[in-house]
């Protein structure tokens, strides 16, 4: 239920960034940057990590869309359930683990991440950049997360697969060009 008085009770997150232009476009230039823009993780990567904070943080709404945009980038349809139920058997790739280990401490207890967090992922062969990118996308998503939820926003299954698909076609820069 949507706690803004002046917009409908089913209102979306579109919706959102409709009645506050102001704040949305440049929020949607920068998950435009991050999340399709030149890094050196792939885009399924970046979805993955998404749907992955925004599982961790219980978020029904970003979950529900991200892992459906993962999976339309090529991540596995149970990929994201196993790797949250244990990420060490899940189906993923071995230079993944780390990554998601950090997103996951960084998103549940961000004070206790350390040097050796960090160093797991660069170990694991990604650039200074990748860890970079994974420490953005997770606090973006955390962000995204909290202002879904503190907003009230919610969704059907119907609209959630269909601002996946509208996300996977357009990205998020299509999204802008919708305000």
Not at 92 to 107: F, G, I, N, Q, S
């Given at each position: 239920?949507?706690?803004?008085?002046?917009?409908?009770?089913?209102?979306?997150?579109?919706?959102?960034?409709?009645?506050?232009?102001?704040?949305?476009?440049?929020?949607?230039?920068?998950?435009?940057?991050?999340?399709?823009?030149?890094?050196?993780?792939?885009?399924?990567?970046?979805?993955?990590?998404?749907?992955?904070?925004?599982?961790?943080?219980?978020?029904?709404?970003?979950?529900?869309?991200?892992?459906?945009?993962?999976?339309?980038?090529?991540?596995?349809?149970?990929?994201?359930?196993?790797?949250?139920?244990?990420?060490?058997?899940?189906?993923?790739?071995?230079?993944?683990?780390?990554?998601?280990?950090?997103?996951?401490?960084?998103?549940?207890?961000?004070?206790?991440?350390?040097?050796?967090?960090?160093?797991?992922?660069?170990?694991a062969g990604w650039a200074e950049r990748a860890l970079?990118?994974?420490?953005?996308?997770?606090?973006?998503?955390?962000?995204?997360?909290?202002?879904?939820?503190?907003?009230?926003?919610?969704?059907?299954?119907?609209?959630?697969?269909?601002?996946?698909?509208?996300?996977?076609?357009?990205?998020?820069?299509?999204?802008?060009?919708?305000?």
């Amino acid at each position: 239920m949507m706690y803004l008085p002046s917009l409908a009770e089913n209102a979306t997150l579109l919706d959102v960034f409709r009645a506050y232009p102001d704040t949305a476009r440049p929020l949607l230039d920068y998950h435009q940057a991050l999340m399709r823009g030149p890094s050196p993780l792939e885009v399924a990567e970046r979805e993955l990590i998404a749907a992955y904070v925004s599982a961790l943080n219980a978020c029904g709404y970003c979950h529900g869309i991200h892992s459906k945009v993962a999976e339309s980038f090529g991540v596995g349809q149970d990929t994201l359930a196993a790797a949250l139920d244990d990420l060490e058997t899940a189906p993923v790739a071995e230079k993944m683990r780390p990554v998601l280990r950090y997103a996951r401490k960084l998103t549940l207890t961000p004070s206790r991440i350390t040097p050796e967090d960090a160093s797991a992922v660069l170990e694991a062969g990604w650039a200074e950049r990748a860890l970079h990118d994974v420490v953005a996308v997770c606090a973006l998503f955390n962000f995204a997360n909290r202002f879904v939820d503190g907003l009230g926003v919610t969704a059907g299954p119907d609209y959630l697969a269909m601002s996946a698909q509208r996300l996977t076609s357009i990205g998020y820069a299509g999204l802008k060009d919708m305000l």
